[in-house]
Each structure stands twice: as structure tokens, then as C-alpha cells.
């Protein structure tokens, strides 16, 4: 069965910091790849989303990049963090049909 | 421009009775509906789905009925009960771009009171 991991679970990081966020899917190839945000009291915002290796489309201007070295692994990072990167960050994968599995997400507190 | 809307940040019912989640979408070409489930600090999960050429589907408790020409949804869960408290999201996905994005609303906020 899929399944997939993200890492750390938790974060807290200085104003400035770079970051890396870490996606791994297990039982599948060639999955779609997401990363969205979640912050306080708003909805998922899908900000990176890949169909393939090295294949990165970005949904929104902003401090953070995305990065698919692998088939099955996305990263997500920032050279210098905001406090408004601060939220909980969520990986999803698919299969192309429009169903999402989501990972358990990271919570980022930038201070 | 937000295509999927869920306009009921929070609802509270009472053990046993029915909830009814709404969602409104503007988007036209959105052709798949889906019903996420989640808990704080936790990753959501998938309740229940549908496609564009039906106007119901059910499972278990939880029914979600599609009105393509009002371009509106709706998740029922009957009876709720108090683990069903949590956020739930609508989404919506066309085939556009064969990337099969998902656009999520703002959620609903359900609790359920024993």
C-alpha cells in the first residue's frame, strides 16, 4: 500500500533561517507531488505542485521554492524565512485522478 | 477569484441529528467533487466523493448530493456523532493541465455535541 511521510513534524525557526521541508511517497511511481500551506484559520492553499522528476509549477509569488531531485521525494525551502511563512505545511500525492492522499504535515513557526 | 466556497465557517449540532455541510463552486469545468476530513495538526483525510455525471453518492453515514445546475454540494452525515467533530474541506478538480489540481474551499468547522 502507498503511504507517505513528511519530516520533521514540527519546526520552529528564526526570522531569516533558510528551511527545508521533506516529502517521501513509498508504493507507488510516478505520482503527482503538492505542497500546500494551511495557516491560522484559512483554508489549503496549494503552493508547488510537480507531475514529474525535475518538473516544478509554482501557484503563488512567494519567499519558497520547490524541488523534485527524486520520483518519489519533494522538498520544500526557503533561503530566508518570514514570519508569515509560519503555518502547517501539508504534502499530497496522486495518481492523476484527481484523488489526493495527504501526508501528516509539518508545523512551521518562524519567530 | 474564489471558485470553491464554503460560506459556513463553523456549525454545531447535537449528537444523533444531521449535519449538513454546503459548498458553492463558480468554476463550470470542475468535473470531480471531493469531501476532505481533518483534524488539528493533522494532515486531512478523504471521506467521500463525487463525479459530475451523478447527483449522489453514499457511504455509510455520510451522503454528498451535487446540484450541477445551482453548481452546488452539500455532505450529509447522519446520525453525526462526536468524533465527527473536526474541519471539513470541499474541493473540486477538472481535467485541466493533467496535473489534476485540486481547489480546496476555506473549510467548515463541525463540532458535535454529545
Known amino acids: 500500500s502507498q503511504t507517505i511521510h513528511q519530516w520533521p513534524a514540527t519546526l520552529v525557526q528564526p526570522v531569516g533561517s533558510p528551511l527545508s521541508l521533506e516529502c517521501t511517497v513509498e508504493?507507488?511511481?510516478?505520482?503527482?507531488l503538492y505542497w500546500y500551506r494551511q495557516a491560522a484559520g484559512r483554508g489549503l492553499q496549494l503552493l508547488f505542485y510537480s507531475v514529474g522528476i525535475g518538473q516544478i509549477s509554482s501557484e503563488v509569488p512567494q519567499n519558497l521554492s520547490a524541488s523534485r531531485p527524486q520520483d518519489r521525494q519533494f522538498i520544500l525551502s526557503s533561503k530566508k524565512l518570514l514570519l508569515s511563512d509560519s503555518g502547517f505545511y501539508l504534502c499530497a500525492w496522486s495518481l492523476g485522478s484527481g484523488f489526493q492522499s495527504f501526508g501528516p504535515g509539518t508545523r512551521l513557526t518562524v519567530l | 477569484d474564489q471558485q470553491v466556497k464554503q460560506n459556513s465557517p463553523s456549525l454545531s449540532v447535537q449528537e444523533g441529528r444531521i449535519s449538513i455541510l454546503n459548498c458553492d463552486y463558480t468554476n463550470s469545468m470542475f468535473d470531480y467533487f471531493l469531501w476532505y476530513k481533518k483534524y488539528p495538526a493533522e494532515g486531512p483525510t478523504f471521506l467521500i466523493s463525487i463525479s459530475s455525471i451523478k447527483d449522489k453518492n453514499e457511504d455509510g453515514r455520510f451522503t454528498v448530493f451535487l446540484n450541477k445546475s445551482a453548481k452546488h454540494l452539500s455532505l450529509h452525515i447522519v446520525p453525526s456523532q462526536p468524533g465527527d467533530s473536526a474541519v471539513y474541506f470541499c474541493a473540486a478538480s477538472g481535467q485541466t493541465g493533467g496535473s489534476e489540481k485540486l481547489v480546496f474551499g476555506k473549510g467548515t468547522k463541525l463540532t458535535v455535541n454529545p
Open positions: 508504493g507507488t511511481s510516478n505520482p503527482n
